[in-house]
């Protein structure tokens, strides 16, 4: 699947600084590691979306995951560049920051 939405040349920032390109990015996500992880709900609100002609969309918004038997969430800002390729579109670049958790 990840194969068809990232674009050949798709490039991310990761939270933690590190600009990955699109074979790390796949390789992160293996099948075998899936059926190991806890189950995740994440929820993208505050999208605002950018629209350059009819070729590239910039859309912008807070991403938050929550964790199945926890309490606890995580939120970051994140950034999607989506172009125009080959009739399809796919994803070219993406930047997520993470947001500190608010103090008690």
Do not use: C
Not at 21 to 37: E, G, L, M, N, T
Not at 80 to 96: D, G, K, T
């Amino acid at each position: 699947m990840l194969q068809q939405i990232l674009a050949p040349d798709y490039q991310e920032i990761s939270p933690v600084g590190e600009v990955d390109a699109r074979d790390k990015v796949i390789s992160f996500y293996p099948a075998a590691a899936k059926a190991k992880a806890p189950p995740v709900t994440p929820v993208l609100s505050e999208l605002s979306n950018r629209v350059y002609g009819d070729q590239l969309v910039i859309s912008t918004g807070k991403l938050t995951y929550s964790f199945a038997g926890t309490p606890h969430s995580r939120s970051m800002r994140v950034q999607f560049v989506s172009a125009l390729q080959q009739n399809r579109w796919q994803l070219v670049s993406a930047q997520f920051t993470g947001i500190p958790a608010a103090k008690k």
